[in-house]
């Protein structure tokens, strides 16, 4: 049984580029997560979707970024004219369900993606 | 805005030393999860805390969630090299969201 597949593992943009990652969620999970992790910071949340439904987006900036999660294929991080302060590393994550106030859910994240911009 | 504050930042020992972090809030939790993350590796998760005062175990590590649901601790007896890495605390934000919001982490060095 997979679990949560994220790439490319490393991206390298130029400023103003745009950068693509990838996630597809465990075999059965129906609720994608992204976090970013810069260093020495902790993970920060960025948006919350399920398939097709974006539910929340609080933590993602209002411009030059945008999820979804398509009725086939992977969940997809777009960023679009890339800047130095988005160099981070991009950790998605699923789970079957929410519901954070039970021992019984469970949270799975990728190896995450690297992005450098030059 | 809900904040973990993890302590101490860093920590360096020797094979067989027992350690303990922290993972402390001015805020009320309904649940607290301690995650170990690898160099190059996305977060795995250890455990979920969810009761006042409750302590669980895992082999060598014992996990406490504070009566007042504002605090966490793990403890590890006898640490192993394995044991390196960072160890993070999360908890889910307030209102019901389904976001966690995460400490910045113990980086934990355990020297052979």
């Known amino acids: 049984n997979a679990g949560v597949m994220q790439n490319p593992r490393h991206l390298v943009r130029r400023r103003g580029q745009e950068a693509r990652l990838r996630c597809s969620p465990m075999?059965?999970?129906?609720?994608v997560y992204w976090y970013r992790q810069l260093p020495e910071e902790g993970l920060k949340f960025m948006v919350y979707?399920?398939?097709?439904?974006?539910?929340?987006e609080s933590g993602m900036p209002k411009e030059r970024f945008s999820a979804e999660f398509p009725k086939e294929g992977p969940s997809i991080l777009r960023i679009q004219q890339v800047v130095r302060g988005d160099s981070a590393a991009y950790f998605c994550a699923s789970s079957r369900s929410g519901g954070w106030g039970t021992t019984n859910e469970k949270l799975f994240f990728g190896s995450g993606t690297q992005l450098s911009v030059l | 805005t809900q904040l973990l504050e993890q302590s101490p930042q860093f920590l360096s020992i020797q094979e067989g030393e027992n350690l303990t972090v922290y993972c402390n809030s001015s805020s009320v939790f309904s649940s607290l999860q301690w995650y170990r993350q690898e160099p190059g590796e996305g977060p795995v998760l250890l455990v979920t805390?969810?009761?006042?005062?409750e302590v669980k175990k895992l082999k060598r590590l014992t996990f406490q969630f504070g009566d007042a649901r504002k605090d966490s601790s793990l403890h590890i007896t006898a640490a192993q090299p394995g044991d390196t890495g960072l160890y993070l605390c999360?908890?889910?934000?307030?209102?019901?969201?389904?976001?966690?919001?995460f400490g910045k982490g113990t980086k934990l060095t355990v020297n052979p």
């Open positions: 805390v969810v009761t006042g005062g």
């Open positions: 999360a908890g889910p934000s307030q209102g019901g969201s389904e976001k966690l919001v």
């Open positions: 979707l399920q398939k097709e439904n974006i539910i929340d």
């Open positions: 075999k059965g999970h129906s609720h």
